[in-house]
């Protein structure tokens, strides 16, 4: 079956310009969660998507936003990029919270490059 | 609120066994993870502990919990070179979001 797909994989933007990436989850995930990965700051929970809903929201400013669609995919949105939101955005896939031990199934992620 | 710690870096010869610690701070956490990070890819999840476990063994890989001390541990026997990667220790408490550890780097040496 197929894994969490990201889009697209490798991204060069320059600071100010906006980026939109994209997470298909596993079928039948209904649970989308974004988390940003840095050499500093380690993985740092973004935000949650469950039936469309934003169920939970990290630490981050509100450049940073997202949704979810029907069939559960999801995107991320980052609006007037700073050199600092150079990072591997990672999306990971759930039945949904509290489903037992099914973990996440995490998507290879998009590196986002700020110049 | 949660924290997990992990130590950063762990460096063994191949062949031997691998011991990667990890404590956390969430009492409540139901499920407690370990994965596993190659690079230029994403996190794949290895094995998962439920709370009232003390032990689970799956192939080359057991993990140890101590609930009252709540420290998790990773051991890799007979560890390859395959095995070099960023080891992630995750928690996860009933209805509330995954906390990740900052990461444990294994490198084996041949």
């Known amino acids: 079956k197929a894994g969490v797909t990201q889009t697209p994989r490798y991204l060069i933007k320059t600071r100010g310009q906006q980026v939109t990436l994209s997470c298909s989850p596993i079928s039948g995930h209904r649970s989308v969660s974004w988390y940003q990965q840095t050499p500093g700051q380690g993985l740092q929970f973004l935000f949650e998507?469950?039936?469309?809903?934003?169920?939970n929201k990290g630490n981050f400013p509100g450049r940073f936003s997202g949704r979810q669609f029907s069939n559960s995919r999801s995107e991320m949105n980052v609006s007037t990029l700073e050199l600092g939101d150079s990072a591997l955005y990672l999306c990971?896939?759930?039945f949904g919270r509290g489903q037992g031990h099914y973990g996440y199934t995490f998507g290879s992620g998009t590196r986002l490059t700020v110049v | 609120g949660e924290d997990v710690e992990q130590s950063l870096f762990l460096s063994v010869r191949e062949g031997d066994s691998s011991v990667i610690n990890c404590t956390y701070t969430d009492s409540s956490s139901t499920y407690l993870y370990w994965y596993k990070q190659e690079p230029g890819a994403g996190l794949q999840l290895l094995t998962y502990?439920?709370?009232?476990?003390d032990m689970k063994q799956d192939q080359r890989l057991t993990v140890l919990l101590n609930k009252k001390d709540k420290h998790l541990s990773l051991r890799i026997a007979d560890t390859q070179t395959g095995d070099s990667a960023i080891y992630f220790c995750?928690?996860?408490?009933?209805?509330?979001?995954?906390?990740f550890g900052p990461g444990t780097r294994l490198s084996v040496l041949p």
């Open positions: 998507y469950f039936s469309e809903t934003q169920r």
């Open positions: 990971a896939s759930t």
């Open positions: 995750a928690e996860e408490s009933r209805g509330q979001n995954f906390v």
């Open positions: 502990i439920f709370s009232n476990m």
